[in-house]
């Protein structure tokens, strides 16, 4: 199986005027929504602490590291921009293992702004990223279940052919890119509640930028590296059986279409989204109140059960990824945004006392019944005796569910006040708007950088 090479000829071939009118509107969507997280997230404390360390360093001044007001290298600009556009685990998701764009976006951002690249040639970037990723991860749909994070094991070959497409690499340089990108590949899920999750996703943007440079320069790697004997594919997936179809299918069939985005209402782990719309939904259609509720029970599949492990969250981080928390924050507070995931938050003694009721379980019945699909059964009991029961196998922001335009420009604003005023905002959503129109992304970083606020 020649995956490498594959992907390698996609990338040369990729071009703007090839792209459907379909993916690019995707694309822009996507852009948006990782730059918006990306600003809400650089005053978390592991962006913080990853933007000092870059700061620390003195690198030339080349490109922004978004939210904090200096700039770096491309390299230190892509591992605190992409450490950032994973921190509050807001950044939207794909229908498979995890969310592509965080590392993509970061990387081509950093090194497009110190290559005072085009936007198309950024939109051409982010396609070929984003369905490198996609792709690879189709090709090993059977094998899902794993210890490694996607965004920076599978985002280190997005971000770096990303990477490799706004250097204008020959077909030879990017399979030597992806060679080099597949021995940078990490992160483990253990790592999750922790600000290393993060920290992976600024390690495949980081990860990008460097391959590519190397790839230009010269660097040597093995060309085969993704399906060679002891490559990618044998040592991070022993014994699967990778499906060729899908690389096949690269220029064809495009997964920002045919398999979309799921965009992220609330800041927290992807799996818990289901049992969380099913909750609001039960609180605004039935008047439902705390003091009304007598226990809530979630069952769920087996990869969410063993992904959102935490009963009662000690810090900000573990309460994304804890179910009690966050079906009682649901209740109590009619909604989940980004002051419910500071560590005096998760502490608040009412809030805790809630989520004892709450039970999640593993339900072996419960099964996806189609790709993207991440069932659970939610039952809520009232104190007057009644329940209500649902089960929901589509989150909100999915295709299925979707986000309309303007939850998703108010999504993007509520994140990017974080860091900007409104004047910059507006102006950030107009150059996304018309972003193949762009001849130098400068002008959009320099708003990205956030120096007109502390």
Known sequence: MDATARIARFVVETEFQKIPSEAVKIAKTAV?????????????????????????????????????????????????????????????????????????IPAIISLGESLGSSGRRCLEAYVAGFETITKLVMSLRQRSEDGWHPPSTFGSFGAAVACAKLQGLNQTQVETT????????????????????????????????????????????????????????????????????????????YELINSGIRIKPYPCGGLTHPAIDGVLEFKTK??????????????????????????????????KFSMPYLLARAIIDGRLFLDAFTDSAVRDENVLRF?????????????????????????IRLRDGRS??????????????????????????????????????????????????LEDIRPLCRLLIGANRP
């Open 32 to 104: 948006l929504d990782c730059l918006g997280v990306a600003l809400a997230g650089s005053k978390e404390s592991s962006a913080r602490i990853c933007a000092e360390i870059a700061r620390q360093e003195h690198a030339k001044e080349e490109s922004s590291v978004i939210g904090q007001g200096f700039k770096s290298s491309a390299m230190h600009a892509a591992f605190a921009n992409g450490t950032a556009a994973h921190a509050l685990d807001f950044d939207h998701s794909f229908t498979l293992m995890g969310q592509p764009t965080a590392p993509i």
């Open 286 to 319: 039935n008047g439902i109140t705390a003091e009304m509720v007598e226990s809530i029970d979630v069952g769920v599949a087996r990869h969410t059960f063993e992904r959102i492990v935490f009963r009662v969250p000690e810090n900000g981080l573990q309460g």
């Open 388 to 437: 209500f029961s649902r089960q929901i196998d589509y989150a909100k922001g999915s295709r299925e569910a979707p986000m309309t335009n303007e939850e998703l420009k108010q999504k993007f604003v509520g994140c990017a006040r974080q860091a900007l005023d409104d004047s910059a905002i507006e102006r950030i959503i107009e150059y996304v708007e018309h972003l193949e129109t």
């Open 178 to 253: 992806l060679g080099t990108a597949a021995s940078m590949a990490s992160g483990l899920v253990c790592n999750f509640g922790t600000m290393s999750k993060p920290l992976h996703v600024g390690l495949g943007a980081r990860n990008g930028v460097m391959a590519a440079k190397l790839g230009q320069s010269g660097f040597t790697a093995n060309k085969q590296a993704i399906e060679a004997g002891l490559g990618f594919y044998e040592v991070f997936y022993p014994g699967a059986e990778p499906d060729k179809r899908p690389l096949e299918q690269l220029g064809t069939v």
């Open 355 to 379: 989520a004892e009721k709450v039970q999640m379980r593993l339900d072996p019945d419960l099964q996806p019944t189609a790709l993207g699909s991440r069932p659970c059964k939610v039952t």
